[in-house]
């Protein structure tokens, strides 16, 4: 029995580990069958499969998670789904909001509200525009609009 938090050898019966203060069997980083450096929830060593490993903890996982979601947050947006919300609420300057131009977004509701809803017909051909690819190509971080 080895302690899962720092790999340090526990005689058998014990329930803390002397070293690092872990409960045996809690923790994670180290097989609790050999004492080996585990990154995965199998023992690259023994093939011991670690009780309770919780792939989240891990830092290996936890840097590609966060790769993955950086990645999914530049996924371009839709310029189909910003033409249709520019016509139907341009006014509100919702399609700016979802392309992340927040400030003209607050602009378009200003100039809506001053103008009494008749400059809703800016974000209202902004849509269209952005429908036929002649304006606004990309969101706030230059990543092009995708088609669909
Ligand atoms: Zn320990
Ligand atoms: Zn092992």
Avoid at 20 to 25: A, E, P
Avoid at 47 to 60: A, F, K, P, Q
Avoid at 75 to 82: E, G, H, L, N
Avoid at 99 to 125: E, K, M, P, R
């Amino acid at each position: 029995m080895y302690c899962k938090n720092c790999g340090e050898k526990l005689n058998e019966g014990v329930n803390f580990c002397f070293n690092c203060g872990f409960k045996s069997g809690e923790g994670q980083g180290y097989c609790d069958k050999c004492g080996v450096k585990v990154n995965s929830s199998t023992c690259s060593n023994c093939g011991n499969v670690i009780e309770g490993y919780n792939e989240d903890l891990n830092r290996e996982t936890y840097n590609n998670q966060n790769y993955n979601s950086n990645y999914v947050a530049r996924r371009p947006k839709s310029k189909i789904a910003a033409g249709i919300l520019g016509i139907l609420v341009g006014g509100l300057g919702i399609h700016r909001f979802y392309l992340g131009y927040v400030g003209i977004g607050i602009l378009q509701i200003v100039v809506t509200v001053l103008t009494c809803g008749a400059g809703s017909l800016w974000g209202f051909i902004e849509g269209i525009l952005i429908l036929c690819g002649t304006t606004i190509t990309t969101d706030a971080d230059g990543v092009p609009l995708s088609d669909n």
